[in-house]
């Protein structure tokens, strides 16, 4: 029997007169790789930040694992083994790509940002030994000792994503991780996601580029004007007269 990992229910959110989210229902199975689509301004990054707590909703619930997550800090919820990847990359720019990592790995060991420093320095070679596995597998272990912040693009928001690998959570996020990206480095994200989805760690990606979405998802929803209108199989997607009319204007996926 599948098991749901993430479960949103009836959940509203309006910004003044705006109804950002209406009637929000989504169920996400444990392991499997969950693709949201929809149009600009569908609700899908308001979705997401309500279930990473940074946005309360009007009303509805939000269960992760069995647990209530409505009323949780964003960091309680991310100890919860919820990461999330954003829009725009949340990197710290003045460090090195290493320390980038070693920060939420330590937080992860710690639990919390404030850790006791000589219990930290003795497994520290452990937390080294993490980042590096961590930025090998991304592809960055050639420039772990460059700035994060003359880093491309690209690799920001790659580097966002060990940040988040680092800390082994149970459920990722990712809102558009190949946004502003060029063909060759959305394709290295794509294998990235593959690989990744190997470790059968759930997620849920927020994705505008179709190439994306039918190389990595085992299953996508739509969101429309703040609510599912459907959800299934990629190839049930793809053959949804309903799902091109309201998503694609009559294109073909
Ligand atoms: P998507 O990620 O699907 O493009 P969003 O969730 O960002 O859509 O936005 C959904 C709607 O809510 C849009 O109309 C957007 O302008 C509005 N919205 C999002 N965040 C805010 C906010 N903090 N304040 C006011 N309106 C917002
Ligand atoms: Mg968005």
Same mark, same amino acid.
């Given at each position: 029997?599948?098991?749901?990992?993430?479960?949103?229910? +009836?959940?509203?959110?309006?910004? @003044?007169?705006?109804?950002?989210?209406?009637? &929000?229902?989504?169920?996400?199975? %444990?392991?499997?790789?969950? $693709?949201?689509?929809?149009?600009?301004?569908?609700?899908?990054?308001?979705? &997401?930040?309500?279930?990473?707590? #940074?946005?309360?909703?009007?009303?509805?619930? /939000?269960?992760?694992? @069995?647990?209530?997550?409505?009323?949780?800090?964003?960091?309680?919820?991310?100890?919860? @083994?919820?990461?999330?990847?954003?829009?725009?990359? %949340?990197?710290?720019?003045?460090?090195?790509? &290493?320390? +980038?990592?070693?920060?939420?790995?330590?937080?992860? #060991?710690?639990?919390?940002?404030?850790?006791?420093?000589?219990?930290?320095?003795?497994? %520290?070679?452990?937390? /080294?030994?993490?980042?590096?596995? /961590?930025?090998? !597998?991304?592809?960055?272990?050639?420039?772990?000792?460059?700035? $994060?912040?003359?880093?491309?693009?690209?690799?920001? #928001?790659?580097?966002?994503?060990?940040?988040?690998?680092?800390?082994?959570?149970?459920?990722?996020?990712?809102?558009?991780?190949?946004?502003?990206? $060029?063909?060759?480095?959305?394709?290295?994200? =794509?294998? &990235?996601?593959?690989?990744?989805?190997? #470790?059968?760690?759930?997620?849920?990606?927020?994705?505008?580029?179709?190439?994306?979405?039918?190389?990595?998802?085992?299953?996508?929803?739509?969101?429309?004007?703040?609510?599912? =209108?459907?959800? @299934?199989?990629? !190839?049930? =997607?793809?053959? +949804?007269?309903?799902?091109?009319?309201?998503?694609?204007?009559? $294109?073909?996926?």
């Amino acid at each position: 029997m599948s098991n749901i990992i993430l479960k949103i229910d +009836n959940v509203q959110k309006s910004f @003044g007169g705006l109804k950002a989210l209406s009637d &929000l229902f989504l169920e996400v199975e %444990e392991g499997k790789v969950h $693709a949201i689509i929809g149009p600009n301004g569908a609700g899908k990054s308001t979705m &997401l930040n309500v279930c990473i707590g #940074r946005l309360a909703p009007d009303s509805g619930t /939000v269960t992760f694992n @069995g647990q209530n997550m409505i009323g949780k800090q964003p960091h309680e919820i991310n100890q919860a @083994g919820i990461s999330r990847v954003f829009q725009t990359p %949340e990197i710290f720019p003045d460090l090195s790509i &290493l320390q +980038n990592v070693m920060i939420p790995a330590m937080a992860r #060991r710690e639990g919390s940002f404030k850790f006791n420093m000589f219990r930290s320095l003795s497994s %520290e070679t452990e937390i /080294v030994d993490e980042a590096y596995k /961590v930025l090998e !597998d991304i592809g960055l272990l050639d420039q772990l000792h460059h700035h $994060a912040g003359s880093m491309s693009r690209g690799d920001k #928001r790659r580097l966002e994503l060990a940040m988040c690998l680092v800390q082994h959570p149970k459920l990722l996020l990712l809102d558009e991780p190949t946004a502003g990206m $060029a063909r060759h480095d959305t394709n290295k994200t =794509i294998d &990235l996601l593959k690989k990744i989805k190997e #470790r059968g760690m759930t997620k849920v990606i927020i994705e505008h580029d179709m190439h994306v979405v039918f190389s990595v998802a085992d299953h996508i929803s739509v969101l429309a004007q703040g609510t599912i =209108i459907a959800s @299934g199989t990629p !190839d049930e =997607i793809r053959g +949804n007269p309903k799902v091109q009319e309201a998503y694609l204007g009559g $294109a073909h996926l």
